[in-house]
C-alpha cells in the first residue's frame, strides 16, 4: 500500500478498498503493518477503520482538503450514536434481524459490525442497506465482518441481516454480534435467540394481498400433525393443494402461484387435525 498520509498526489480509491478489506479481515491487505498501518490510519488515532477509507474517499471527490492527521482541531468529535437490533421475522430456518443505527446530528460515514454465528447457523447476506452506503463482508470461520461506508454523513439508517438455521440446531441458538459507528468504541448488542418452537397453531395472511400472480401463506404448529393446506374460489371448489403431508413443529411458508386463474377472492384453508382455519386472498390481473 501507498504512504497515503505523506504524499497525497499517490490517494486514491484503491487505497481506500485496502483499507475496507483490512477492517473485514480480507487478506491479502489484512493485516496492514508497518509503514502500511501508518498510512492507513489517516486520522492517526492508532486505529484502521472503515471511517479512515471514507476519508479517503470523501477526499478523493473533493468533499475534505485535507485529513485529519496532525490537525488536532480538525479530529472527528466522537459520535453519541445508538444501536440496536432485533428479530423481525423467521419462517423455515430462515430469520431476519432489523439492525438500526442513529445519531443527534448527522455524522455516521461508516459502521463495523462482527456477527459471531453458533454451530449450525449460517450467513445470508445483507438487505435494505441504506442509499448512499457500500459494503464489504467476509467471513472467518465462525465470524462475519461487515463494513458499511460512504462520502455523505447519515443521521440514522437501517439494514436487514439474514441468517439460516438448520434443522437439526439446538433451540437454544443465539446471535451475538458488536457494532462500532465511525471510529467509537464498539457496542456489544444484546444477543438474540433464533429457534423457538411454536407454542399455538396459526394460520397468517398471505403476503403480498393482493397479489399477482404469486403468494406466499405463512403458518405454525405447535406439534407435529398432518397437514392440509388447499385454496378454494368463492363456489366452495377446491383450486389447489398446496400441502397434504405430515409436518413437525415449527413454522412453514407455502406458495401460491395463481398464474393459470383469473382476479377474484380465493380462500385458503389449513386443516389439522380437528382444527380447520380458512381466511381469504384476493387475486388481482
Known amino acids: 500500500m501507498r504512504r497515503i498520509i505523506l504524499v497525497y498526489e499517490t490517494i486514491s480509491a484503491l487505497d481506500a478498498t485496502f483499507i475496507l478489506r483490512n477492517s473485514v479481515y480480507l487478506a491479502p491487505q489484512f493485516p496492514l503493518v508497518n509503514d502500511d498501518s501508518l498510512a492507513a490510519d489517516v486520522t492517526a488515532n492508532g486505529d484502521i477503520t472503515a471511517f479512515d477509507a471514507s476519508q479517503i474517499l470523501q477526499y478523493e471527490v473533493g468533499l475534505l482538503d485535507e485529513f485529519a492527521c496532525g490537525f488536532a482541531f480538525k479530529k472527528a468529535e466522537p459520535v453519541l450514536a445508538k444501536v440496536d437490533w432485533s428479530l423481525v421475522d423467521k419462517f423455515e430456518g430462515n430469520s431476519t434481524i432489523e439492525v438500526e443505527f442513529s445519531a443527534p446530528t448527522k455524522g455516521i460515514y461508516s459502521t463495523e459490525m462482527t456477527i459471531d454465528l453458533p454451530e449450525g447457523v449460517s450467513f445470508i447476506g445483507l438487505d435494505d442497506v441504506p442509499e448512499g452506503l457500500q459494503q464489504m463482508i467476509h467471513q472467518r470461520d465462525n465470524q462475519v465482518h461487515i463494513s458499511l461506508f460512504g462520502v455523505e454523513g447519515l443521521d440514522s439508517g437501517e439494514f436487514l441481516v439474514q441468517v ?53 401463506i405463512a403458518y405454525q404448529l405447535p406439534d407435529a400433525a398432518n397437514v392440509r393446506l388447499s385454496v378454494f374460489n368463492l363456489l366452495g371448489q377446491e383450486v389447489e393443494v398446496l400441502v397434504n403431508e405430515r409436518k413437525e413443529s415449527g413454522s412453514y411458508t407455502a406458495i401460491w402461484n395463481a398464474s393459470y386463474l383469473s382476479s377474484g377472492v380465493y380462500m385458503y384453508r389449513l386443516e389439522v387435525g380437528s382444527n380447520v382455519i380458512t381466511k381469504r386472498m384476493t387475486l388481482i390481473k
Open 164 to 216: 439460516t438455521t438448520e434443522s437439526q440446531t439446538n433451540g437454544g441458538a443465539k446471535l451475538v454480534a458488536d457494532f462500532r459507528v465511525n471510529e467509537n468504541p464498539s457496542t456489544e448488542l444484546n444477543e438474540i435467540g433464533l429457534i423457538s418452537l411454536p407454542t399455538t397453531l396459526l394460520l397468517s395472511q398471505n403476503y403480498p394481498n393482493p397479489f399477482n400472480p404469486t403468494t406466499q
